[in-house]
């Protein structure tokens, strides 16, 4: 059993910013793949953005520019700056984890909410 909190969501303006971090509980944090996925209203699940043990990265091409992913290996913790924020980047955000032996965890999300 993987815990993960995510924290850091909430209301914006358009253009705004807001930081998004998530802690997770496994002690092998040093070998997954974390990721940061979000759900609008009567939308799929969608990936956001990715990085690796070793801080390769991947974003969605409707993120690319206005958001950075990043990873404390020490703290166990994962990070997703947002930038420029637009109105539809509004979505509960999800943090996910990937570990090589036990699968795929999620934590229960955090609201982001952009104004026009």
């Known amino acids: 059993q993987v815990q993960l909190v995510e924290s850091g969501g909430g209301l914006v303006q358009s253009g705004g910013s807001l930081r998004l971090s998530c802690a997770a509980s496994t002690s092998i944090f040093n070998l997954s793949v974390m990721g940061w996925y979000r759900q609008a209203p009567g939308k799929q699940r969608e990936l956001v953005a990715t990085?690796?043990?070793?801080?390769?990265?991947n974003y969605a091409n409707s993120v690319k520019g206005r958001f950075t992913i990043s990873r404390d290996n020490a703290k166990r913790t994962v990070a997703l700056q947002m930038n420029n924020l637009e109105p539809e980047d509004t979505a509960v955000y999800y943090c996910?984890?990937?570990?090589?032996?036990?699968?795929?965890?999620w934590g229960q999300g955090t609201q982001v909410t952009v104004s026009s």
């Open positions: 990085i690796t043990s070793g801080g390769s990265t």
């Open positions: 996910n984890i990937r570990l090589p032996s036990y699968g795929t965890y």
